[in-house]
Each structure stands twice: as structure tokens, then as C-alpha cells.
């Protein structure tokens, strides 16, 4: 995305499962990143739960 899209798009990231490794990135890329996890946060994987602490 980075290119094409602006660092100051706003940006959900929908039902986020994914690690920490992957949020740096697009907070660092794109500041105005909003994240949503899913309801069921008790399935989420080991480094998911780190991502959300």
C-alpha cells in the first residue's frame, strides 16, 4: 500500500488477528490506523493477544 496510498489515510483494520510485527507496520506507516478486534478475543492466538495488550 505504501505508494499508493497516503500516510495520512485513515485505515481500519477490521477483526485484526495479526501480530505485533504486522500493527508496527502500519502504525509506523500509517498513523491514522484504527484496529478492531473481534468479539471472541479468547481465540485469539498468542501473539495476537500481545498485538491487543
Known amino acids: ?3 499508493v ?3 495520512e ?8 488477528q ?3 510485527e504486522v500493527l508496527r ?3 509506523n506507516s500509517f498513523p ?3 484496529v478492531g478486534y473481534t ?4 481465540d485469539l492466538s498468542e501473539d495476537a493477544a500481545m498485538a491487543l495488550r
Do not use: A, E, K, W
Request: charged fraction near 10%.
Open 39 to 42: 468479539h471472541n478475543v479468547d
Open 18 to 20: 495479526g501480530d505485533m
Open 5 to 7: 496510498v497516503s500516510p
Open 9 to 16: 489515510q485513515r485505515i481500519h483494520l477490521h477483526c485484526f
Open 1 to 3: 500500500m505504501l505508494g
Open 32 to 34: 491514522n490506523t484504527y
Open 25 to 27: 507496520t502500519f502504525l
